[in-house]
């Protein structure tokens, strides 16, 4: 009888470890999501093209990180607003488009995603003597989302470039 009791509770015990161990997969609607990540892709164009400096930085998380050019860095949103400022007020936005369109994965829950991206951009600038200059740069990242609530933040992004020669 004190065997048979103790098998009971051993099996009472692996049974609620093994509920316990199973997670509640949230129900996340994969395709939604991904269209969400998407808009907020083509939206950065628009705020290339619109030069909305302010609308990029609202998509980047408070704890956003840089990877550009061999340096990480966290820049506080009125920076990332001023950096973004003077770039877009530097230059006239020819092109800013895909090459193929972005990979999307998710996490399995659901809460972080990520894109790479590969893009082809074209804009003019001013040089030193006035004269209008276009150059072209071919652009490859990472982009890492967070679901903060139900808003799709950026919390980190890597970035790499190198300039076309025509």
Known sequence: MKTTLIKQILLSVITSITFLACKNTPNVDFDL???QILKLHNAQR???F???SIAFANQLSDQFISVNKGKISSPKQ???ISRYHGYFSSVEFLKWDDVSKPIIKFSDDGSMAYTIVDKIVTVTHKDEEGN???GKTHFAWTAI???HG???KIDCVTST???IKD
Request: net charge negative; hydrophobic share 10%; proline share 4%.
């Open 78 to 80: 009125s920076e990332t």
């Open 145 to 147: 989302y967070k679901k």
């Open 150 to 152: 139900n808003e799709w």
């Open 50 to 52: 619109n030069k909305d």
């Open 46 to 48: 628009n705020y290339h």
């Open 132 to 134: 209008t200059v276009e």
């Open 161 to 163: 470039n190198k300039p």
């Open 33 to 35: 999501e991904k269209e």
